[in-house]
């Protein structure tokens, strides 16, 4: 099956199809896997012993084996889907000369799926990209308060190793700082450098001054400023050996310095590849920053050597300094930190080399020491490598750290979004509170890079972005968009010829000696381009036409060219039709003459994320309400029945495809079965369902596995329906299966429903929603959840758990759901309470009584004292069991220690929309529902139909976001007409084409009609906005946040309720509650809210026994929270007397709390969390 055609309202033509949208992630990795690892190893090879003279040892090359088992196996198992990596070494043994080369086991590493997630212990996991700033130079600039000249610095970030600033002071006195260690005159920097051009100057001052002097000469050739000299009048060493042993001073203050010591140190710092890097990408950026030729740049970003700093980068960093110094105010220009030029993106493949390098030096000081003390005639590589702390390292990165994400897999939007993330946090990164607005705030190089409307609300906004829809990442880590090449002036050659015919010169040609060959607007043919070839006309002046061909730029790229928007009128014959059109030039937007523009923008779409360009009519909306509308698209629930929106952008299609979740055929061919396997696959595995395709071409048949009901990382269902049958023919890219949230191929993340914008006797007051039973009978918004409780029998000191049908104290009513093993059986309906897994706790022994004794003998074993420790179903929930699994050490599964035996159950509930859910359109238009009425009483058509919503009116104009409303026009005409629309977002269809729309389906003009009321038949007073609109359910759903208590745990210090459904909580009756009651008088209800319903253990004690025997009395007492608030005055060695009305001392005794009665229910154990809310 193909995408599903949908009448399109677009102008613009789609040149770049949108495509491989997880690229970053897969290419990423898959560098990291052929290149990441063998930069890395030839990082540190070869290692040799600490003395150097008896071992080396080389790693050669590595491949990684086959994953041991399938994602589907992984996920079942709790297993990491990793592959085995195996690496060649060789190892020479210097003494006797002796070389053994062996493969070495490195341990298992984690894989990336073709989804572009990673599996670890069973857990779908994505790594976000990191957004960082890029290694390089940067001059900024301070202003001086006194004279309000700018003070130009130049501040060295490497990739790893000491950073170096130099400044600029007032005084004229340029400074430097090492690794942010205290500052020294640049000049002291410059002898110590021991440069080439300072040759045999090393002892003579005046000397060296003359040398810096011509040096600097012909930049620093202001009179009123000199820096060089200003700097070394400062400068107070005479020769290069006061000037190390100065600089050591400096940085290693503390350390006896020597002339050996600090040579040592600044070899060290700048000029050692293990110290410091600068990386490709550091290395590019310093050369460009530093004006030097790009082919020479491309050149030397390739040689390894030029990682590290050369002595002749120091001069131009100070040269180019005292330049900027010097210049003119308005070509003083600092560089901007914010820019996408200095910030570069480092996605998984980066953030895992740089975890696996931290691995691989810990492993070289592992094999350095075991080399100090091995036996050369015994020796071996493996011997010598632990691959442990490589593991170790690896495992760590996925377990804990910031970038290494739980995949948000609410639907296939959400999945898509959290692959294309970028985050400014994480290690090396940011922090949210250091970040300022600078940093947060969209800046003109986001265009077509990151998305300026995605983006979270809260303490994350601005910096967590998304990568807007053609953005891709270059090989630097640099975020690329494309442009159509626009041709304007074209030098002459062979290769261009083609493309000329039939364009037009805007200026005369004119050849080398500037004699005429051609008048201005004259066309070109094939005949007169071979004319100008001849003619040695180096280059002509066309009227600025646009080609086909699309090129990719840098944000750095971008702001050297004159780019038009991708609305610009073009001719049939691809020119502009007017003389300015407005434009990007320079990081400014203004209109621009023709002639200056060297590329156009693809399509209007290329500015935002994905998620973005799925809201119709965005053009439409407040920028704040489209955040809120891309952000809860990815929080819709998916729903029994999916439904693609009557009215979408024409994105759908393609976000779905690279979703991840739909089954897409990857060869051509027939479809052969749609099958349930004969065997089971996996000792545990759910049974598999899958479509067999065999190919076009022959060779084996292809396997599509689907999935079925399986339980998603946020609960969401996720079930694969097929949508091709047994013989039909697909073609290689075709869709085989839908998955959750998508239809017939499409994005599907709600239902299109019949909507009126009216207010409705209060009930939709403040954005509430007012519903027809109609949408909860015909399950509209009936979603399935699929909730997941796992019961482990370990080891205890007692003896072992056990896994059990016979429990004691519970009656067979309690097991009826429960098979021989004690475990519930697939297919019960369970309600809260319910056992899942009987399960025995051995308890503690105690002393027994004769008659116990005489049982015990009798018995034997049987008698022993057990505690019920069964898994039941929490509070509020329920459901209907479908699926266990079951994982013990006899069946060879992997379990962690002290665990004998793992019961998983998965219990999946069927959820009808009720009031108090929270629904939303794709426009930031959200609310909670308020009151699910009768069909018939809702207000309805002339024609009779009754509404399925109503919004008010008053949720539209202080929001602005009128694309709701639009979206409504044009959904009831697609409606009308039985069609799907698309509207493209910035390219959607105009107001005129809307109602000559509606009058076409024959529909009122201005959308509205007079409603009827469904109670009385009256019509209503006045016209109404009636039409289809698409609306989500979100996954904030109120069943899973209702709650109530009466008793439970108590809090251990204060006794008081805890608080939260997670903990079984109470509600919090907080300051400003108690003043409401103060300011009514109402003592008593005071009293006790303060006291027995809180923390006055005995009270609530006594509270409870009345209550349960019907008394109505209350005796408060004294608050636990009161005791502890003596307890820590005491603790601060002051004497506290508590003296009642009459002056009386109160002593406060230790006294026991009253023993209860078991059978009250109440458990007054002071426990952090009770047994029950623990689990």
């Not at 509170?433 to 983006?455: K, L, Q």
């Not at 019960?828 to 002393?847: C, H, M, R, S, Y």
């Not at 209907?880 to 793992?902: A, C, H, Q, T």
């Not at 005491?1130 to 005794?1149: H, P, T, W």
Request: hydrophobic letters at 40%.
């Amino acid at each position: 099956m193909r995408a599903p055609s949908r009448l399109s309202y677009g102008r613009i033509p789609n040149l770049v199809e949108l495509k491989d949208l997880i690229a970053t992630q897969l290419e990423s990795f898959s560098w990291f896997r052929n290149e990441g690892l063998r930069e890395l190893f030839d990082e540190i090879n070869p290692i040799t012993d600490y003395t150097g003279k008896n071992f080396e040892l080389k790693f050669l090359d590595y491949e990684f084996g086959q994953p041991k088992f399938s994602v589907e196996e992984c996920r079942n198992r709790d297993m990491t889907y990793a592959a085995p990596l195996r690496i060649r070494t060789r190892l020479t043994i210097k003494e006797t000369g002796e070389i053994k080369e062996s493969e070495v086991y490195m341990g298992d590493f984690a894989m990336m799926t073709d989804e572009g997630t990673f599996i670890v212990n069973g857990t779908e996991r994505v790594v976000v990209s990191q957004l960082v700033r890029s290694p390089g130079v940067y001059f900024t600039a301070a202003e001086d308060p006194n004279t309000g000249r700018k003070l130009f610095g130049a501040k060295l970030i490497p990739n790893r190793g000491a950073w170096l600033e130099i400044e600029t002071s007032a005084k004229d006195l340029l400074t430097v700082k090492i690794d942010r260690k205290r500052k020294v005159p640049v000049t002291v920097l410059l002898k110590a450098l021991e440069l080439p051009q300072m040759k045999g100057t090393e002892n003579d001052r005046e000397a060296q001054k003359r040398a810096l002097m011509e040096l600097f000469g012909d930049v620093d050739n202001n009179p009123d400023h000199r820096y060089i000299e200003q700097t070394l009048e400062k400068d107070t060493t005479t020769k290069t050996e006061d000037a190390l042993l100065e600089l050591y001073r400096r940085v290693r203050p503390g350390d006896p310095p020597s002339v050996d010591n600090a040579r040592n140190l600044l070899q060290s710092l700048f000029f050692n590849p293990r110290r410091f890097d600068l990386g490709r990408v550091g290395r590019y950026k310093v050369d460009k920053r530093l004006g030097r030729d790009e082919e020479d740049i491309l050149e030397r970003v390739r040689q390894r050597e030029l990682r590290i700093l050369e002595k002749g980068d120091f001069i131009a960093f100070i040269r180019k300094l005292i330049e900027l110094n010097n210049a003119p105010r308005e070509k003083q220009i600092p560089d901007d930190i914010d820019h996408l030029g200095n910030r570069r993106v480092r996605a998984v493949g980066e953030l895992l080399q740089n975890q696996f390098r931290m691995g691989l030096i810990r492993m070289e000081r592992i094999i350095k020491e075991r080399m100090t003390i091995s036996d050369p005639h015994t020796v071996t590589s493996a011997s010598l490598i632990n691959a442990r702390p490589v593991v170790a390292a690896i495992k760590e990165f996925f377990g804990s750290s910031q970038l290494s994400q739980f995949m948000d897999q609410h639907n296939p939007l959400s999945e898509l979004t959290n692959k294309r993330r970028l985050s400014a946090l994480g290690p090396g990164g940011l922090s949210r509170e250091r970040a300022g607005f600078d940093v947060r705030d969209v800046h003109h190089s986001h265009y077509g890079r990151i998305c300026p409307i995605e983006t979270p609300e809260g303490p994350n906004i601005g910096l967590i972005g998304n990568l807007a829809t053609y953005a891709k990442v270059n090989e630097f880590g640099f975020i690329e968009t494309p442009f159509r090449r626009v041709y304007n002036r074209v030098a002459l050659n062979e290769d261009v010829a083609p493309k000329l015919e039939g364009r037009e010169l805007r200026r005369p040609a004119v050849d080398a000696k500037g004699n005429e060959v051609m008048a201005a607007h004259e066309k070109l043919d094939a005949k007169a381009v071979q004319k100008l070839i001849k003619a040695r006309v180096a280059s002509i002046d066309i009227v600025p036409w646009i080609s086909t061909e699309v090129e990719y730029l840098s944000a750095d790229e971008e702001d050297m060219y004159g780019i038009a928007q991708a609305n610009a009128a073009l001719t049939p014959d691809s020119t502009f039709v007017d003389a300015r059109v407005p434009a990007r030039a320079r990081g400014d937007f203004k209109i621009e003459e023709i002639q200056n523009i060297q590329y156009m923008d693809v399509s209007p779409k290329q500015i935002v994320s994905v998620a973005t360009a799925m809201i119709p009519f965005l053009e439409h909306d407040d920028a704040g309400r489209a955040l809120m509308g891309a952000n809860m698209q990815r929080q819709a629930v998916p729903l029994l029945v999916t439904e693609a929106p009557l009215v979408g952008t024409g994105v759908e299609y393609y976000a779905a495809k690279d979703s991840g979740e739909m089954i897409v055929a990857d060869v051509a061919g027939t479809v052969i079965d749609i099958a349930h396997p004969k065997e089971m696959k996996a000792v545990h595995a759910t049974p598999v369902f899958e479509i067999v395709v065999k190919p076009d071409g022959g060779g084996a048949d292809r396997h599509y596995p689907l999935q079925k009901f399986a339980r998603s990382n946020q609960g969401t269902c996720l079930n694969h329906r097929a949508v091709v049958k047994p013989g039909q023919h697909v073609e290689k890219g075709d869709i085989l299966a839908d998955g959750p949230a998508i239809d017939q191929g499409e994005m599907a993340l709600g239902r299109n429903v019949l909507v009126a914008f009216m207010p409705w006797e209060g009930y939709n007051f403040e954005d509430a929603i007012l519903l027809s039973e109609r949408v909860v009978k015909e399950d509209m918004y009936t979603s399935i959840h699929i909730e997941e409780y796992e019961s482990e029998a370990r080891e205890t000191k007692l003896g072992p758990e056990e896994i059990t049908r016979d429990i004691p104290n519970v009656a067979d009513d309690a097991l009826r759901n429960l098979d021989e093993r004690g475990i519930v059986y697939i297919g019960a309906e369970v309600q809260q309470g319910d056992i899942l897994v009987g399960k025995i706790t051995p308890k503690g022994e105690t002393e027994l009584s004769a008659e116990e004794r005489l049982l015990r003998a009798i018995f034997g074993e049987k008698a022993r004292e057990v505690r019920d420790s069964s898994l039941r179903v929490p509070h509020g929930e329920r459901g209907i069991v479908v699926d266990v699994k079951v994982f013990s050490r006899d069946n060879k599964d992997e379990l962690g220690p002290g665990i004998n035996e793992m019961v998983r159950v998965y219990i999946a509930q069927k959820r009808k929309i009720s009031a108090g859910d929270k629904m939303a359109g794709r426009h930031g238009n959200k609310g909670v529902v308020a009151r699910i009425m009768p069909a018939e009483d809702m207000p309805y058509l002339p024609d009779g139909t009754p509404v399925d919503i109503v919004l008010n009116p008053l949720g539209v104009p202080s929001r602005m976001n009128l694309g709701q409303v639009l979206e409504t026009h044009l959904g009831w005409v697609a409606s009308t007409l039985g069609i799907k629309i698309a509207t493209p977002v910035f390219d959607g269809a105009p107001m005129p084409t809307i109602v000559k729309e509606l009058e076409k389906a024959g529909l009122p003009v201005d959308g509205k009609v007079r409603l009827r009321d469904g109670r009385t038949g009256d019509e209503f007073d006045e016209p109404v906005t009636v039409g289809m609109i698409y609306m989500l359910k979100l996954a904030h759903l109120v069943e899973d946040k209702i709650h109530a208590r009466s008793t439970g745990p108590y809090s251990l210090v204060t006794q008081q309720p805890l608080g939260g459904k997670a903990q079984f909580g109470g509600q919090r009756f907080g300051e400003m509650e108690v003043w409401a009651l103060e300011a009514y008088g109402a003592a008593h209800v005071l009293q006790e809210i303060l006291t027995v319903k809180s923390d006055d253990i005995v009270g609530r004690v006594k509270a409870y026994e009345a209550i349960v025997k019907g008394d109505n009395t209350l005796e408060a007492g004294i608050p636990e929270s009161f005791r502890v608030l003596v307890k820590e005055l005491e603790g601060l060695a002051l004497g506290v007397e508590i003296l009642s009305e009459d002056e009386r001392q109160i002593v406060l005794s230790e006294e026991d709390i009253p023993e209860i009665p078991l059978d009250l229910g109440i458990s007054l154990e002071r426990e952090e969390l009770g047994e029950d809310s623990a689990e």
